[in-house]
């Protein structure tokens, strides 16, 4: 069950994560931010990523193999990337609907999923 608490905390995490890198652009294609100073957009961006820290370090941490969790260090890096690209993904395609994904696109996120295959090998 820790592996699963870990990947669902990672998924929070980045669902926070892309909101606060991405989610102040589409703020400003409607008008909201775009009056905002570039601080005040910062400071939007960081009161998010505040969330984003809240489920990644106790991910990291109950997922990590020294603290009782089944990854290694590598295997949560790994599996952070996969989680926050395919996080990344579908917000993108609903915050951003003109944006598509190309053949390139997928086949990048295919090799990524065989990274995570790779490190989990013994």
């Known amino acids: ?48 990523a505040f969330f984003e820290y ?9 997922g990590f193999v020294d603290n009782g969790g089944p990854f290694t260090l590598i295997q949560l890096k790994v599996i952070q990337e996969c989680v926050s690209l395919t996080v990344f993904v579908i917000i993108a395609n609903v915050l951003f609907q003109q944006q598509s994904l190309q053949w390139n696109h997928l086949l990048a996120f295919v090799l990524l999923v065989a990274a995570v295959w790779l490190v989990f090998l013994k």
């Open 1 to 48: 069950m820790t592996g699963f608490y870990t990947i669902l905390l990672l998924i929070f995490s980045n669902i926070f994560m892309t909101l606060a890198w991405y989610g102040h652009l589409r703020m400003q294609q409607s008008g909201i931010t775009s009056a905002w100073p570039l601080i005040g957009v910062i400071a939007f961006s960081w009161g998010i």
């Open 54 to 62: 809240c489920c990644q370090v106790p991910a990291n941490r109950i």
